[in-house]
């Protein structure tokens, strides 16, 4: 079973920056889409943000023009530009792939904080 490991979460003041990555265990084919969802404390998971294979992309509503999602490099699939962060951002961010052939695909998460 591939796996999805997320990083490049951590603690950062209202209005930084951060980036996050998401790599497989190996190499995914297939690929119908790619996302980023995210989990608050008491919240459900929401969509952040989608990458299709045909370049689709959407935002919700929330992080339009804050965020920007791309597609990864040999390293790594999918990146999550996050700029002019908010306090309501923290959560625990889910790199999601859908692929032909498989299950669908849920990383472990990686933490969000954003305080002053």
């Known amino acids: 079973q591939v796996q999805l490991v997320e990083s490049g979460g951590g603690l950062v003041q209202p209005g930084g920056s951060l980036r996050l990555s998401c790599a497989a265990s190996?190499?995914?084919?297939?690929?119908?889409?790619m996302a980023w969802y995210r989990q608050a404390p008491g919240k459900q998971r929401e969509l952040v943000a989608l990458i299709r294979k045909n370049d689709y992309i959407n935002y919700a509503d929330s992080v339009l023009g804050r965020f920007t999602v791309s597609r990864g490099d040999a390293e790594n699939l999918v990146y999550l530009q996050m700029n002019s962060l908010k306090p309501e951002d923290t959560a625990v961010y889910y790199c999601?792939?859908?692929?032909?052939?498989?299950?669908?695909?849920w990383g472990q998460g990686t933490q969000v904080t954003v305080s002053s």
């Open positions: 190996r190499s995914i084919f297939n690929i119908n889409f």
């Open positions: 999601h792939v859908n692929a032909q052939g498989l299950e669908p695909l």
